[in-house]
């Protein structure tokens, strides 16, 4: 494929995106950003009955004009693919590179590859929390009453804590 089509279709995908949007009742809603640039990317996932497949896969965000018609890319093919998850956590980085067009995105490497990254992230934490339920144990949503206001939960949590004076109580 030659240059000026990969560039048209990247144009195509950034102005037209494929299942792009919030996906009602998800199993897992994956936030994925890139510091470097500021772009964001929220994948959807609702998993199919057989655990393997994928019901439903939507994503929104912003950022620049790669990483949101990637993302519309990547989508596409796994909808129409009819890709199970763990066919999409085989996928590999450097041939979304390709597929998107290695000279266009030369600069732009992890830009390109947000979508699949936040998309794996997706998979992978359904497929954990689909094997704790099946084991029996509930992953706790938030922390308890009690925990006192010194305490942080989830992202930025060792952060926090490794700061001066971000977690006052150590006794």
């Known amino acids: 494929m030659d240059r000026q089509l990969q560039i048209q279709i990247l144009l195509d995908h950034y102005k037209r995106p494929r299942h792009r949007g919030p996906l009602e009742d998800a199993d897992v809603e994956m ?5 470097g640039c500021g772009d964001v990317v929220v994948v959807y996932l609702k998993s199919a009955d057989d655990h393997e497949h994928m019901e ?7 950022g620049c004009t790669i990483s949101m018609a990637a993302s519309s890319m990547l989508l596409e093919q796994v909808v129409e ?3 199970t998850m763990d ?4 996928m590999d980085y450097n041939e979304m590179i390709d597929q998107l067009g ?12 947000l979508g699949l990254g936040t998309l794996k ?13 099946d084991a029996g144990v509930s992953r706790p949503e ?14 930025g949590a060792v952060e926090a804590a490794s700061r001066p004076g971000g977690v006052t109580n150590r006794e």
């Open 121 to 133: 992230a997706a998979i992978r934490k359904y497929q954990k929390d689909k094997r704790l339920s």
């Open 102 to 113: 290695r000279q266009i995105v030369a600069s732009r490497p992890k830009c390109a590859t």
């Open 81 to 83: 693919g009819d890709l």
């Open 31 to 35: 936030p994925g950003g890139n510091p």
């Open 56 to 62: 439903g896969v939507s994503y929104e965000g912003e």
């Open 142 to 155: 938030a922390p308890p009453e009690d925990a006192g206001e010194d305490l942080v939960f989830g992202e």
């Open 87 to 90: 066919e999409v956590l085989e």
